[in-house]
């Protein structure tokens, strides 16, 4: 069991910015306004010597039971009781609040190890926030600015010599192979707002782990949830990526709406597969459109899911319609595997991971060389490529490069003079004869070179 911190205090102390600092990179959104973090998040995060899993949470707010407030709040009592350390962060410019109090009482009764730490101390105004904060009653605070990275000394001191008494290991990052069972499948659920990404990843892991309700745009960082899928073959360890929903361009106006689908690109380019949720009232419109492309540029694997499949009434009617959309609007991904279920009623849910794990093998094929200039040759044999100028082109050789997606490269002479529409023949007759009907492939041309051209 590795070590779990997790990082508490109200809305805008500044927590995602140290939760940022700890794992390195800019993962958490962070903003002037507060309240901007909801879900918890959880990363890899280093201290000097010390490795752990750190937990961004949402600010600690008073609201009535039915309020998205206080599903924050249960995900952070959450929080706290998978960690073995709290760091309890205020605002040491700002002072010690009624709302410090009430949660710093809350903390005590929970019996963990809490670190009190100082948030933006860079400053003279500071100094009273901090002497207040002995008020308390949690222990000596520790001075940071985690935005300058200031004090991170001190606040490594004080993690170590706590975790010193648990028993808790550190875990190192392991390279694994593709197909090794231990390593994690990465799989980012994208699209439209309130089709019910987050409701999905709920059903999948069989709890509560990420806010939903009626309201559209709850969801704001792309939060990841570890899981573990059994299937007939093997354990298949998956690590889901919930996202914001994107509108078009043209409806996003605020910072914050910006940086929540700047966060779900970041995401389908760290994923291997794609699960693009449409909603079965208004199935493959341009947004979803759209974003399938986006995903199928990025080279990703790509799954469609059609949710809220439970309201349809003439589902017989319905599928033969979306399949034809989906082989009519997209083109570049022929046989798109469709997976219609229900992600609040659990219906077909099980489906999904089965469809997931069949491309994601796609994704991976390797294809070998004899096979494939065997099947070139009888591919240019039957339908050859368009003279040029009065003069034959001529494809002399094709090997695949890399995986994840395939990629082939193929020897020809003036690459350049080929039409673009006999590459996508040479693409389409690689899907076919090798069975990669869903998964992004590419094909580049390799001019040859003259070897008796002077330099």
Not at 234 to 242: A, G, I, Q, S
Not at 272 to 301: F, H, N, S, W, Y
Not at 347 to 355: F, G, Q
Not at 417 to 429: D, Q
């Amino acid at each position: 069991m590795s070590l779990k911190i997790a990082i508490i205090g109200r809305p805008n102390v500044g927590k995602s910015t140290l939760f940022n600092r700890f794992v390195g990179k800019k993962l958490a959104l962070v903003d002037d306004q507060p309240g901007v973090t909801r879900d918890r998040r959880e990363g890899e995060g280093r201290l000097g010597a010390l490795k752990f899993t750190v937990i961004d949470t949402a600010g600690l707010e008073n609201a009535a039971p039915e309020a998205l407030e206080a599903r924050m709040l249960a995900q952070t009592k959450v929080a706290i009781e998978e960690a073995h350390i709290c760091l309890f962060m205020v605002d040491a410019r700002a002072g010690i609040t009624l709302e410090d109090e009430k949660f710093g009482a809350m903390l005590r009764t929970s019996g963990k190890p809490i670190v009190l730490v100082a948030n933006k101390t860079e400053g003279i105004k500071s100094n009273d926030g901090i002497y207040e904060s002995y008020g308390l009653g949690l222990g000596e605070p520790v001075a940071i600015a985690a935005e300058h990275n200031v004090g991170m000394g001190d606040l490594y001191s004080a993690i170590s010599t706590i975790a010193d008494t648990l028993e808790v290991n550190q875990t190192d990052d392991e390279n694994f192979n593709w197909d090794d069972p231990l390593k994690p499948l990465r799989v980012a659920i994208i699209g439209r707002p309130n089709a019910g990404k987050s409701t999905l990843i709920n059903q999948l892991v069989g709890h509560d782990r990420l806010l939903t309700g009626p309201e559209a745009g709850i969801t704001r960082d792309a939060i990841s949830v570890d899981w573990t899928w059994k299937s007939a073959e093997r354990d298949w360890h998956v690590k889901l990526f919930d996202t914001a929903g994107m509108r078009k361009r043209a409806k996003i106006q605020e910072k914050l709406e910006k940086l929540s689908v700047a966060d779900g690109i970041r995401a389908i380019r760290f994923a291997e597969v794609v699960t693009v949720l449409i909603d079965a009232c208004a199935p493959l419109e341009k947004q979803d459109l759209q974003i399938a492309d986006l995903a199928l540029r990025e080279g990703r694997a790509v799954v469609l899911a059609v949710n809220k499949w439970d309201v349809i009434e003439d589902r017989a009617e319905a599928f033969p319609e979306i399949k034809e959309k989906v082989a009519r609007l997209l083109p570049q991904a022929p046989g798109l595997p469709i997976v219609c279920l229900s992600a609040l009623t659990g219906r077909s849910v099980e489906k999904l991971m089965p469809a997931i794990t069949s491309v994601y093998e796609d994704w991976n094929a390797k294809i070998k060389t004899s096979d494939l200039n065997v099947w070139l040759q009888d591919a240019v044999h039957r339908h050859p490529p368009p003279a040029a100028k009065g003069r034959r082109i001529r494809i002399k050789y094709i090997a695949q490069t890399k995986t994840r997606p395939p990629t082939f490269v193929a020897q020809c002479q003036r690459a350049e003079e080929l039409p673009e529409s006999y590459r996508r023949y040479l693409i389409n007759g690689i899907r076919e004869a090798f069975d990669l009907p869903a998964v992004p492939v590419r094909l580049y041309l390799n001019k040859q070179k003259n070897p008796y051209a002077k330099d």
